[in-house]
């Protein structure tokens, strides 16, 4: 079955520390998300990418990097300069445009600093 | 930039009795989309509506688009313990649509038996 898959579900991360997550699509889906939600703030758009080799800031960027270097993949790097790091993590896809579409939501990656 | 509001953050209700959820944009959409998000989950998307005025169903689930395109809403008709989580509303961060969605903060269902 297609779908997107994030990894870890989980992650701990010491003060300092680059740490990147995964997300990998199998639905052949242009568009790739991520989202950062927090208890009481919803989502909120970190980056984005239409095609590959590009992409561009959402609302809250800052201490956050991407790549997509192919297709299916859009791995999320949360660099030390993100001074408060710990959220739910979410990478989404969409067929074409989101608001034509909808997204596709992965599971997640809880990220703690410790 | 685009906001979506959403109201009431938390509701709650006891088993057999409705729910709605209202959502307000600050500007004219295109489209508005609503997602399920189950606790410990992940959203999951519902429904788009497109026409001003729109009304769809799904079984228990109705989702309103206002006349002027700047509100909707979900009401949930005698809930079920399988409706618990969170519900959001998203509209297009900007009028052209291909900067992704914008997601209101959400209303926490919580159904007591």
């Known amino acids: 079955d297609g779908g997107i898959t994030q990894s870890p579900k989980y992650l701990f991360r010491k003060e300092g520390q680059n740490v990147t997550l995964s997300c990998e699509q199998n639905?052949?889906?242009?568009?790739m998300y991520w989202y950062r939600q927090d208890p009481g703030q919803g989502l909120r758009l970190i980056y984005y990418?239409?095609?590959?080799?590009?992409?561009q800031k959402g609302d809250i960027a800052e201490g956050y990097s991407v790549s997509r270097e192919k297709k299916e993949s859009f791995p999320l790097t949360v660099t030390s300069a993100q001074k408060n790091p710990t959220a739910f993590y979410l990478c989404a896809s969409s067929k074409g445009q989101a608001h034509r579409s909808g997204y596709t939501f992965g599971s997640g990656t809880r990220l703690t600093v410790v | 930039g685009q906001q979506v509001m959403q109201i009431p953050q938390y509701q709650h209700v006891q088993e057999g009795e409705d729910f709605t959820t209202y959502c307000n944009s600050s500007?004219?959409?295109?489209?508005i989309q609503w997602y399920k998000q189950r606790p410990g989950g992940h959203p999951v998307f519902l429904i788009q509506l497109v026409k001003s005025g729109e009304v769809k169903k799904q079984k228990r689930l109705t989702f309103q688009f206002g006349e002027a395109k700047k509100n909707s809403s979900l009401h949930i008709t005698a809930t079920q313990t399988t409706d618990v989580g969170t519900y959001f509303c998203?509209?297009?961060?900007?009028?052209?649509?291909?900067?992704?969605?914008?997601f209101g903060k959400g209303t926490h269902l919580i159904i007591q038996p």
């Open positions: 639905l052949n889906h242009d568009a």
């Open positions: 500007t004219t959409l295109s489209n």
């Open positions: 990418s239409q095609i590959v080799n590009d992409f």
């Open positions: 998203a509209g297009p961060r900007s009028g052209g649509g291909a900067d992704g969605l914008t």
